[in-house]
Structure formats: C-alpha cells, structure tokens
C-alpha cells in the first residue's frame, strides 16, 4: 500500500540514511558500554560518545564539556527546569515563560507552581513574537530562571533570543530556550546570542529517537542544577543511567550533516513551502497563522475557514500525512481541545480547531508539494460543499494526540 506523503516533519523527522549507517556498527561490533573504562570495548564505546559531543559542541561555539546527553528535549527541558528551581529554592522562587511553550516546559513549570514557585507569563503578539521589552518588565531578583523557546513547534515563529538573551544578562537571570525544532535550520551561537542553557533532540534534525541534550553555556556552573536522576556519576554528575551509544552517535552524525547542508536546505525547503502555501491560499478564506517572515523554513500553518481540521485530517488520512495545530481529546475526538498556542495569538477556537501544521523536509520533493496541494485543496472544498449542503461529516475514529 502506498503511503501517505509526509508532511509532519514538526512532530519528527526520518533518519537520514547516513545516520542509520554510522550507527550500526554501535549495535553491533562496537557494542561497548561508555563507561567500562577497563577495555578497548568500554573505550571505544567512550571515544564514540566525546566525537559525537565534540560536533555538537562545535555546532553552538561552545566547550565539548558543556554538552550533557539526555533522552530528548523533554528530559532536558525536565532537568533544567526542575534543577535550577530546586538548587535555588529559598533563594528564587519565580519562573518567567511563556503561554505557547511546548507542552514539555509548560506542564514542568505547572508542576512547580504546585510547589510554591510563582510563574509569570511573557504575552505574545499576533504572530507568536515575544517582545524583549515585556519579558523585562517581568524580571526580579527573584527569578530563578527566564525559558523561551527557539522556533514555534505549531506555527513556527521564532524568538529573538539575542535579544532576550541580554535582558537576561543584564538582570543576572539564567535563559534556557528549547531549541528542538530550530537545531540544525538555523544558526545558534551560544555566546553571540547570549544563550546560557539549550534542550535539544536528535529526531527533529533526521536522528534517531530517544537521545537529545541539554547544553550548558560557559557561565552556567554545573552547581546551579540539582540532577533529578541518580545512580551514577554519568554526565558531570547531572544524568545518571548507561548512556545510549548508537543514539548519541546518531545524532552526532545528524548534527554534522546539518550544519554542512543547512544554508541550502533551508533556502530548498523554503521554497517548496512557498509553494505550498501559495497554491493552499487559493481556497480562499484561507490565513497563515504566526510570523510569516521570522518562522522556520520548513513551517506552514494555516486555517481553512468553515472546515475543521479533524475533518481535513480524516479525508486525508491515506494520501497526506500531516497534523492539527490543536490537541484532539482521545476519549471524546468529535470534540477537540483548541490549540493552546493559537489561542495565545488570539484566535478564537473557531479559528484554532479550523488550523493545520504542515512541516516539510529534507526528503519533501516538489511533487510531494504538488500532489499534496491538489488533494488538500479538493478536500477542502468538498467539506465546505457539505458543510453548505447540511451533510454532518465526522472526524474520524484514529487516536490524536498534541503534536509535538
């Protein structure tokens, strides 16, 4: 059976076929355990690991040292969070962040509320753009710490962080920005950009699942986090637990290819985005939600007036794959939940539950784009011919979840 074309690159990226082949021999041959320091398989094992740490360091211009590997970005944004809180406690006990976070800082930061720690939301504009002006406003000398994602992970918007970045500085706060869906597209220079702390994750960058890092800057003492996993001195102390070998090498392998190929790529895949966003606008009472000049390349969403986006999805689940910018409720799925983030822009639920995410990639060709758009465009005006006609058009019965 044919599958789907993929455009939900957002929620995760298939492994690019020169990261599968770097790691094999880890699974295999070299199947060592990177802290047996007692045998070539232990070492071997441990000079794959410090490679792949080396690059991603190079990556971000910062120290090897400063890379800690983790399960993904939702453990790293889980140890920076909850670490920093917890090594502050007494001393700062407020958390500045933002309403359209990825759910993995925001449910963290909910969790810590429930402690006593106080949250404090930086507003955004229309587009998602936070406004470095505003996140100052919130600042205090009890801050323990300012989290501002890189890129949108729905409407792609990205953050000034150079500009963030020294408001933080200047009021002597840590700033931790999860850069899941902007590593590997866009250029991130930790000290030029004024970055103290970074969460990571290999399968958005053509990796493997399952590893990611947290990065830590070079003013960033390793003191400041209380680890919240224990059983080891593995990475500096902060992540206890054998490391994932041929994950780590498999993302080392990704952030190489990415920063080789991503001026190019970003360029190719912007103009298949284009395209697409083109041809999806002549339906008419169509809108591109979020920043259409400061986004990712390979980010579109948008909203069809009059369709919901669980409709759109369920005709098309067999020829395109791609996602709602809003979380579908898996015990009631006629009726779902509006995107926080939409929302947060302003958009009324109608507006939200009527959006969808596409999210192109490195292996997106222009007939994917082609072919794509023709079966979009036909399903949306067949819900609206319906919808004029009175016939009730159900979503369909497949599991949704928020996307990632």
Request: hydrophobic share 40%.
């Amino acid at each position: 059976m044919k599958k789907p074309i993929y455009l939900d690159n957002h929620a995760t990226t298939p492994c690019d076929p020169h990261v599968i082949d770097a790691m094999l021999p880890y699974f295999s041959e070299n199947f060592g355990n990177a802290s047996s320091r007692q045998h070539r398989y232990g070492w071997d094992a441990d000079a794959a690991v410090e490679h792949a740490r080396s690059i991603i360091a190079s990556s971000l211009k910062t120290a090897t040292s400063s890379v800690i590997f983790t399960s993904g970005a939702t453990e790293s944004n889980n140890l920076v969070l909850k670490g920093i809180c917890e090594a502050l406690e007494g001393e700062r006990n407020e958390i500045v962040t933002c309403a359209t976070e990825h759910s993995s800082v925001l449910d963290v930061c909910r969790a810590l509320e429930k402690k006593g720690f106080v949250l404090r939301y930086v507003p955004v504009d229309g587009t998602g753009l936070v406004n470095a002006d505003a996140l100052c406003a919130l600042l205090s000398p009890r801050t323990a710490l300012v989290s501002i994602m890189t890129a949108n992970n729905e409407v792609g918007t990205l953050a000034p962080l150079k500009e963030i970045g020294l408001v933080c500085r200047q009021s002597g706060v840590r700033f931790h920005t999860d850069a899941a869906q902007a590593y590997g597209k866009i250029p991130l220079d930790m000290q030029e950009m004024n970055l103290d702390i970074l969460s990571l994750s290999a399968h958005k960058l053509y990796g493997p699942k399952g590893v990611g890092a947290l990065v830590l800057g070079p003013s960033v003492r390793r003191s400041i986090l209380a680890p919240q996993q224990h059983g080891g001195g593995h990475e500096s102390h902060l992540r206890a637990g054998t490391l994932n070998v041929p994950g780590i090498v498999g993302f080392g392998k990704a952030a190489e290819i990415a920063q080789s190929s991503m001026t190019n790529e970003a360029d190719q895949i912007a103009k298949l985005r284009d395209r697409l966003q083109e041809e999806l606008l002549t339906a008419g009472d169509a809108i591109v939600n979020g920043n259409t000049s400061q986004r990712l390349s390979n980010n579109l969403n948008i909203r069809f007036a009059g369709v919901p986006a669980s409709s759109l999805i369920a005709r098309l689940k067999k020829e395109v794959a791609f996602s709602s910018a809003s979380a579908c409720s898996t015990a009631d799925p006629s009726a779902p939940a509006a995107s926080h983030v939409l929302l947060a822009l302003g958009l009324s639920a109608g507006a939200a539950l009527s959006s969808v995410r596409f999210g192109l990639g490195r292996f997106t060709t222009e007939e994917d784009v082609v072919s794509a758009a023709a079966a979009i465009l036909s399903a949306v005006r067949t819900l609206r011919r319906d919808s004029r006609e009175g016939v009730f058009v159900s979503p369909s019965s497949t599991t949704m979840t928020e996307p990632a």
